[in-house]
């Protein structure tokens, strides 16, 4: 099992919902809970792109380049040294053969293969994926900013950093019921931008079914670019009810 990934977030781009406690809560598994913000669930997607990704201690020439997508939701647990917090993701899909290849098995982290569409520049970022097995699909495109606007869960750009810097430690949901695979996020260099939204549609979001009109609402997004990062594999937790999209 590898144990430890080193490499680049060429560009994250968060895009974040507002989302009723009571509609997100049963969705997770336990022991987890909705991380709130006055009194809202945070939820979103994770559009990435990474460089150079390898096991720690080989060169940078041998990393490999892929995007990949990950639907979480901001939560709170409790152990044994008191509450914890980070994100829950029920699904993570990729380009990559690669990372579907090893997901699960020789790195936490099971993944599933998708299309991906990418324009972006310096002022202006738009990133489109599909599901290969037609599941779920998410096209969003933003406008870099100086100053986070609109937002209801983040009086501004550093809340909003503090936040989702503390939620370093994530869970995966895996095709073992009661398994959940953990990592850890490592930067020395940690920063976001803001950005507007220009437009954003996600088939999970958007879904009536599963979010009633009112209990979910397009928040914000926050972009990230060229930061160095490594992630650390962490023992796997125990579950219970556990779902994936």
């Known amino acids: 099992m590898i144990t430890r990934l080193s490499g680049e977030i060429e560009r994250r781009l968060l895009v974040n919902y507002r989302v009723d406690p009571a509609v997100i809560g049963p969705l997770l598994p336990a022991p987890f809970r909705p991380q709130l913000v006055d009194g809202a669930a945070v939820a979103g997607i994770c559009l990435i792109r990474l460089g150079g990704m390898r096991p720690a201690g080989l060169p940078a020439w041998m990393g490999r380049r892929s995007e990949n997508a990950a639907h979480r939701v901001a939560v709170e647990w409790d152990d044994r040294d008191g509450t914890k917090a980070g994100v829950y ?21 099971q993944h599933h293969r998708a299309r991906f569409r990418v ?79 220009l437009s954003a549609r996600s088939s999970y979001f958007d879904d009536a079914a599963a979010f009633p009109p009112g209990s979910v609402e397009l928040d914000c997004a926050l972009l990230m670019r060229r930061v160095p990062v490594q992630w650390s594999a962490l023992p796997p937790l125990a579950a219970r009810g556990s779902v994936g999209l």
């Open 89 to 109: 993701i029920p699904r993570r899909d990729t380009d990559s053969v690669l990372n579907v290849a090893v997901g699960g098995r020789l790195y936490p982290g």
């Open 119 to 197: 324009r972006e520049s310096e002022t202006h970022v738009a990133v489109a994926f599909a599901a290969r097995d037609g599941s779920v699909d998410v096209d969003v495109a933003v406008r870099v900013t100086t100053e986070l606007a609109g937002s209801k869960i983040f009086t501004d750009v550093s809340a909003a950093s503090d936040f989702f810097e503390q939620g370093s430690v994530g869970y995966s949901a895996t095709d073992q019921a009661h398994r959940l695979d953990g990592l850890q996020l490592q930067t020395s260099a940690w920063k976001v931008e803001p950005v507007e939204i």
